[in-house]
């Protein structure tokens, strides 16, 4: 008996190999802050990290986005 596993972004089967989307808690959770409160970014922050199994595709779509916003903000950062 073998196992298949599907992407848990768009649903489909993998077939190669799986790849691990990590993120914090509060992310996903809009509606409740997890863990404590950065005082000079008012952002939430927690160590707690959600995984999901993802395909290549959505896998590259995720984390190239990321990387774009990444690039902005580098860009556009303060040098003190």
């Known amino acids: 008996m073998s196992v298949k596993y ?10 190669d190999r799986k790849y691990k989307f990590n993120y914090l808690c509060h992310i996903a959770d809009k509606n409740t802050i997890c863990g404590y409160v950065d005082i000079k970014t008012m952002q939430p922050v927690s160590g707690r990290e959600e995984i ?16 774009e916003i990444f690039e902005e903000i580098n860009k556009n950062k303060d040098i003190h």
């Open 6 to 15: 599907y992407c848990d972004a768009c649903g489909k089967e993998i077939v």
């Open 52 to 67: 999901k199994d993802v395909c290549l595709t959505c896998y590259n779509k995720i984390y190239f986005g990321a990387f």
